[in-house]
T-cell receptor, first 110, second 114 residues
Framework: SQQGEEDPQALSIQEGENATMNCSYK?????LQWYRQNSGRGLVHLIL?????REKHSGRLRVTLDTSKKSSSLLITASRAADTASYFC??????????FGPGTRLSVLP | SAVISQKPSRDICQRGTSLTIQCQVD?????MFWYRQQPGQSLTLIAT?????????ESGFVIDKFPISRPNLTFSTLTVSNMSPEDSSIYLC???????????FGEGSWLTVV
């Protein structure tokens, strides 16, 4: 069953601006992960946040998790053209079943 | 993280034929998965490849259509059988160390069925 739902579906910003993507899910999770996919390529793991964590940083990335609202956000600061990609959240329900959301297509314009 | 190699990276296949995709990992991994990503869509789990035993398929996917092998902890194959244009997708191999931890992906195999 569908778990993660990203919002917005598509986002277009200027280089240097910040990009925020949101992910909502329906059931209890063990952790939530964010991935990036360049067109037609494999997925690159960006960051994992566990259910007992509220915020994590990695370089220009900041991820928050609100388990009471069953939602997460991914913030990319000072965006670059190379950040243009699709971004997916994936949730793990304490098992081996990772469920992916529909993704957000980010376009960063030079 | 593990380095995952998939072959082929792309192929154009004739309707009714079958194609086997290979996934090779540079280290032993506990979990291996196969996902499908249809054009413009998200990822859908096809099955978990179990070492030395039959794969565990998700709802909507069957062994006759997507036979999977996993002879050891570093290698797996996915066959897409009797292909139709609806099977045109990216097929992705992913691996993980243990349940609840990060899973990593290969570059994917982009199949177009004509």
């Amino acid at each position: 069953s569908q778990q993660g739902e990203e919002d917005p579906q598509a986002l277009s910003i200027q280089e240097g601006e910040n990009a925020t993507m949101n992910c909502s899910y329906k059931t209890s999770i063990n952790n939530l992960q964010w991935y990036r996919q360049n067109s037609g390529r494999g997925l690159v793991h960006l960051i994992l946040i566990r259910s007992n964590e509220r915020e994590k940083h990695s370089g220009r990335l900041r991820v928050t998790l609100d388990t009471s609202k069953k939602s997460s956000s991914l913030l990319i600061t000072a965006s670059r053209a190379a950040d243009t990609a699709s971004y997916f959240c994936a949730t793990d329900d304490y098992g081996q079943n990772f469920v992916f959301g529909p993704g957000t297509r980010l376009s960063v314009l030079p | 993280s593990a380095v995952i190699s998939q072959k082929p990276s792309r192929d154009i296949c004739q309707r009714g034929t079958s194609l086997t995709i290979q996934c090779q990992v540079d280290s032993q991994v506990t979990m291996m998965f196969w996902y499908r990503q249809q054009p413009g869509q998200s990822l859908t789990l096809i099955a978990t490849a179990n070492q030395g035993s039959e794969a565990t398929y998700e709802s909507g996917f069957v062994i006759d259509k997507f036979p999977i092998s996993r002879p050891n902890l570093t290698f797996s194959t996915l066959t897409v059988s009797n292909m139709s244009p609806e099977d045109s997708s990216i097929y992705l191999c992913s691996v993980g160390e243990w349940a609840g931890n990060t899973i990593y992906f290969g570059e994917g195999s982009w199949l177009t069925v004509v």
